[in-house]
């Protein structure tokens, strides 16, 4: 099978772009959401990307899929100051008093 060269490259490039736009987009209204003051649903109901004609879910199914909501509900949280941090076990958590 032959392939044409830097088609990977060009075609992972605009992937990151385009990802990147979608990102600082749902940001800005995430921000704009929490400074009028409205509630998640209320944004997620109303929210218009400029993505949204081509989005398509991305992740690693079906392990892991990553929706349009939730990098919304994601910058919500971020602008709003609710997002909880996940906790994150230290390294010495799992070492039991007997040193095992």
Known sequence: MRRVAGV???SLAVVLAA?????SEAGEVGRVAAAEGRSL??????????EDAGYEPGGLPPF????RDDV???AWEEATGSAVPAEVPRADSAVE???W
């Open 72 to 74: 919304l509900q994601w």
């Open 97 to 99: 008093e007997d040193g």
């Open 41 to 50: 649903e209320d944004m997620l109901a109303g929210a218009r990307l400029t």
């Open 8 to 10: 990977l490259a060009v």
């Open 64 to 67: 892991v899929t990553v929706g």
């Open 19 to 23: 990802s990147a736009l979608c990102l």
